[in-house]
């Protein structure tokens, strides 16, 4: 399960370049993953995060339902 969190204006977090933050994605899995699927998910949706136009994607849409698609699709991806 993806959680999705944008946020109205722009918020101060310990971000690794200092910049506020406008969305937060959050994975939610179970604990007991014994196939550490967890891992794959992680891997993928990082992979993605490392691209402007992905991070540009993001930023915008608005509505959450096509956020989460958004991220699927691209995460399907290869």
Known sequence: MI???????PIEWDSIDGEPV???INLIMPGDDAGNTHLTVISSLMRKLVHQDFIDGLKSLEDANDIYDYIIREMEEK
Do not use: E, P
Not at 3 to 9: A, L
């Open 3 to 9: 959680g999705i969190t944008k946020f109205s204006s």
């Open 22 to 24: 406008t969305m937060t």
